[in-house]
């Protein structure tokens, strides 16, 4: 059964940083593409970054490059989304991601709140 467990959300002023953290199990993380995306209220789920397997290429928003930096620790099946530069407009649902085949597997999402 595959799960994913985000950690590391919670609020932060403008210009602060965060660390998310997401844990794979039941299924080989190293050998899918894992990626982070992000829901606002009001707003469409959108994709924030993704790293494919095995490797370390990565792709991201517009919007949040140069300010977050996705990773993964294929010994720990976990992957980390370093947010620096926080904004406001980066207040969202953050949830990590995993497509196997046709299926798109979700973790339960993590709360970020940019706010002074």
């Known amino acids: 059964q595959v799960q994913l467990v985000e950690s590391g959300g919670g609020m932060v002023q403008p210009g602060g940083s965060l660390r998310l953290s997401c844990v794979a199990s039941g299924f080989n993380s190293r050998e899918y593409t894992m990626s982070w995306y992000r829901q606002a209220p009001g707003k469409e789920r959108e994709l924030v970054a993704a790293i494919v397997s095995y490797g370390s290429t990565s792709t991201y928003a517009d919007s949040v490059k140069g300010r977050f930096t996705i990773s993964r620790d294929n010994a720990k099946n976990t992957v980390s989304l370093q947010m620096n530069s926080l904004k406001p407009e980066d207040t969202a649902v953050y949830y990590c991601?995993?497509?196997?085949?046709?299926?798109?597997?979700w973790g339960q999402g993590t709360q970020v709140t940019v706010s002074s």
């Open positions: 991601n995993v497509r196997i085949i046709t299926t798109m597997h």
